[in-house]
């Protein structure tokens, strides 16, 4: 089997409503070989995967996939149920999955869910190896694939703090996005709504608190200020200090570096000047300069503050185990570590105990071995700090809290200034105030581990992460702006450009993506085609922005998705001849269900804009969400008749008026007239796009006057709206820039063309060469029957031969039979120039180009030939 394409679709999509993996697999020989032709297939892959036995498959009960492979399936089947399965074992709960054959004998599209991108890649990579291992007779090592799929998810998983973040904003539909692979850097909300967190660092965290925090010298001196118990001690730069320290403190003393954290570097209840030597040279490795400090009898203790409110408290003991009288030390330490709850980092809720220096000097003050036996009940120390990270324990004490130890943290965290800070605390007892026992506070830490509260080795776990989602987010807030996608065959960018105005025009600062640019609240800040997923991912990082305005291409939900997970207004233009070919979209019903995506993501409560004069899209509204507003330009529609009749909102034209219909009430608009993009009537698609526009407009909030207002201040020029219908009168020529590409936005412009008057029509026109034979030629009859010459170029062969696209186009419009001069330029820049040469004083040239802004600057100051009168001729 060969993957020919493998990547994640990163939201809404053609096959999914969720994130999901897309592998297109081309099986071979395989195609001959269906499941049931393979000895024990089924046995042998229960014994690989005996949970594989709960797939439902198609059969619809636990077994049925099972079912399904004795009854004889294909390999690519098998492939997307292993894929799921393999990511279930290594924690990672999915089931959705769905294997469609294409076009082309053999492949087939194998979709399935992920939870994580990267284990849902490797997931399937691994899969297709053991399906084909299955079909082949060949030895599988189950255990190796799933050391290796757990190596990637360690690689890529959040941390417990991180992910309690997470899913506590997942319950509040807080959508989330990971803005480095690399680490805990993630972006909470979207837009001017937006909250980012490192692990347990907010954007709201003091950068002096951190600063504080990260110098124990520093926290010491503000918190023994204030009246709160802080061990005796100093900062030396050298061990000859370090011992004169000690001394000055008395034994026994901790040593510790200057700035750390997990415990590293720090030696406890150093009795002597030997051991402070050794605990030394391990702090300095660290940090160069080393704190001596007094040594204070009792229990560690971590309190956890968030916004000003404790919220969670543990006892942690370090790195320990109790003897039986029969094991020895060694024994012992084996035994904790094959406690299930125990892994290695972070992966578990306890991690491993690992025997390093500092625990091999504990043995020996211990006067012990390794191979010592441990009496019945007798505790062994193996660190002497007692961090999670070092295979501590920790069991939850909240509840035991006096209210002098409660207010005590709580102006801790004030006096350091943190939002979320993590107190060690070293007391006999959390019970009792601390000015009544041995109690100091030994460091305190910005962005603390989160796992010894969310999951303790004895007691209740407390769900620390929903407080930081509620001072991050409070009131309720789910952290989401108003997004609006737009998606079609022709008329997408208009609509992105004129609602985008409307809204700008109404007091909201604006993210807009379409093919062109990206602007944020009327600024450009990038140049291309964004009309796909990566464009929504930069809008919604954008902080200044309060409504995101996309235009939704074919390519990128084939491709990767929506790139983000629901909208508020999803707007389905048309659907329309182009592209078909690609992504296995061979049809106008695919074409249409593609498109369809977009209104399928439509949130709970969002709006749905449909065109009611379009067959695809009346028919796609069985895909459509929450409530759906119809334009049309046909008022007496059937579907609209029924639609207002149920009180169903409708926008459409009565009487040269855009009007909104619900019910019996129907509200003037603006006259079409007044709407500079529509040319006084004559470009009925853009009065569609008008419609389409002031439709969503209205679902967004925006009032009738609101809407008139946007749209009489429109204008059809390259500066508002480039490239789509703009004329430009350049000495005696009128000049017509549009980026019509194919035949619907073709018989579309032509309405206009045909009533702009002109001696003769003259056109510059190419098509990317990714399109279908038959469409090329269809385009060029289509141009040919619009114009009196015309001058094909060859700007985007798109994997044709230099001059193959163009020469279609010529050959359809010589098929049209139409009185049309032809000439083919490949150069686009060049063939702009044979028009200029060409035209002459009252023709009309139509630019359908690509370089729009170049051919603008080239109208500049030229002059025009007076067209030939009758006696010169």
């Not at 904003?169 to 993630?186: C, H, M, N």
């Not at 004895?458 to 108003?482: A, E, T, Y």
Request: overall charge negative; some cysteine; glycine content about 10%.
């Amino acid at each position: 089997m060969n993957i020919l394409e493998h990547r994640a679709l990163r939201g809404p999509n053609y096959f999914s409503r969720y994130p999901a993996i897309l592998m297109r697999l081309d099986i071979g020989e395989l195609e001959e070989r269906p499941s049931d032709t393979v000895p024990d297939i089924t046995e042998r892959i229960t014994a690989l995967i005996p949970t594989l036995q709960t797939h439902r498959c198609s059969v619809g009960r636990p077994g049925g996939f099972l079912e399904r492979l004795a009854r004889g399936t294909w390999a690519g089947h098998v492939v997307e149920h292993v894929a799921i399965e393999l990511q279930n074992l290594v924690g990672f709960s999915v089931g959705y999955g769905k294997t469609v054959d294409s076009y082309d004998t053999g492949i087939y599209n194998v979709v399935y869910r992920y939870r994580d991108e990267a284990c849902g890649l490797a997931a399937g990579v691994e899969a297709v190896d053991i399906v084909t291992r299955l079909f082949n007779g060949d030895d599988i090592d189950m255990a190796a694939i799933i050391d290796r799929l757990k190596t990637v998810r360690d690689a890529h998983m959040l941390g417990p703090s991180t992910a309690s973040i997470v899913d506590a904003a997942k319950r509040r539909d807080i959508p989330y996005t990971r803005l480095s692979e690399e680490s805990s850097y993630l972006q909470l909300g979207h837009g001017h709504l937006q909250q980012r967190i490192q692990a347990t660092v907010t954007c709201r965290t003091s950068l002096l608190g951190h600063s504080i925090a990260g110098d124990k010298d520093w926290t010491k001196q503000i918190l023994g200020d204030a009246g709160i118990p802080v061990p005796l001690g100093q900062i030396c730069e050298s061990l000859d200090e370090a011992l004169k320290a000690a001394h000055l403190v008395g034994y026994p003393v901790v040593a510790k570096p200057l700035s750390g954290n997990h415990g590293r570097g720090v030696s406890t209840d150093l009795q002597d000047d030997q051991a402070l030597r050794a605990a030394y040279e391990t702090a300095y490795r660290e940090h160069p300069s080393v704190i001596i400090e007094q040594h204070i009898k009792g229990e560690d203790h971590r309190l956890l503050v968030i916004d000003g409110k404790l919220v969670a408290a543990a006892r942690r003991r370090p790195a320990h185990v109790v003897g039986d009288a029969t094991s020895t030390l060694q024994a012992l330490v084996d035994q904790a570590n094959q406690d299930p709850r125990r892994g290695i980092g972070h992966e578990n809720l306890l991690t491993r105990i690992h025997l390093d220096e500092q625990s091999h000097r504990l043995i020996a003050q211990q006067n012990l071995t390794l191979q010592s036996v441990i009496a019945q009940d007798e505790v062994v120390y193996l660190k002497s700090t007692a961090n999670l990270s070092s295979g501590g324990t920790a069991t939850d004490v909240t509840d035991d809290l006096h209210p002098a130890v409660h207010h005590a943290a709580e102006r801790i965290a004030r006096l350091i200034g943190l939002d979320i800070i993590g107190i060690d605390l070293i007391a006999e007892t959390l019970t009792r105030p601390l000015e009544e026992q041995a109690a100091a506070v030994v460091e305190v830490n910005a962005g603390p581990g989160f796992r010894m509260h969310l999951s303790p080795t004895h007691g209740q776990g407390r769900d620390v992460g929903q407080h930081v989602i509620d001072m991050l987010f409070p009131d309720g807030s789910n952290g989401r702006i108003p997004i609006t996608a737009v998606t079609g065959t022709n008329g997408k960018t208009t609509t992105v450009r004129l609602l985008s105005h409307l809204l700008r025009h109404a007091g909201r600062k604006v993210g807009m993506a379409c093919t062109g640019t990206i602007e944020i609240d009327n600024h450009v800040i990038m140049r291309g085609d964004y009309s796909g997923p990566q464009a929504a991912a930069i809008v919604l990082r954008e902080p200044t922005v309060e409504h995101a305005v996309l235009e939704v291409a074919r390519g990128g939900i084939m491709r990767r998705g929506l790139g983000f997970d629901e909208c508020d207004v999803g707007v389905l233009l048309n659907i329309g001849s182009d592209h078909l070919g690609e992504h296995d979209l061979h049809t106008l019903d695919e074409l249409a269900r593609c498109k369809t995506v977009v209104i399928d993501a439509v949130r709970e409560g969002g709006t749905a804009v449909l065109n009611a004069d379009d067959r695809y899209v009346l028919e796609g509204q069985q895909w459509a969400r929450g409530n759906i507003i119809f334009f049309t330009l046909d008022p007496d529609s059937r579907a609209i008749r029924e639609h207002v009749r149920e009180q169903g909102v409708a926008f459409t034209i009565h009487h040269e008026q855009i009007v909104m219909r619900q019910g019996r009430v129907e509200a003037d608009v603006i006259p079409i007239n007044d709407v500079p993009i529509t040319f006084e009537g004559h470009a009925r698609f853009n009065i569609a796009n008008a419609l389409a526009a002031s439709a969503a407009a209205y679902a967004l909030g925006l009032n009738i006057a609101d809407i008139q207002t946007g749209l009489q201040t429109f204008h059809p020029t390259p500066g508002q709206n480039p490239g789509r219908t703009n004329l430009v009168a350049a000495d005696g020529v009128q000049v017509l820039i549009d980026y019509g590409h194919n035949v619907p936005a073709l018989e579309a412009l032509d309405e206009l063309v045909s009533s702009l008057p002109a001696r003769r029509r003259i056109s510059v026109a190419s098509a990317p060469g990714n399109r279908r034979d038959e469409d090329l030629m269809a385009l060029g009859a289509q141009l040919a029957r619009m114009h009196d010459v015309v001058f094909i170029c060859d700007p985007l062969p798109r994997g044709r031969a230099a001059g193959e696209a163009a020469g279609l186009l010529r050959d359809g419009a010589a098929s049209a039979g139409a009185a049309c001069q032809l000439e083919i330029v490949l150069d686009e820049h060049m063939a702009i120039e044979r028009a200029f040469d060409e035209a002459r004083e009252g023709d009309l040239l139509v630019l359908l180009i690509d370089d729009i802004d170049g051919a603008i600057e080239r109208l500049r100051g030229r002059r025009f030939s007076s067209a030939p009168t009758a006696e010169s001729g």
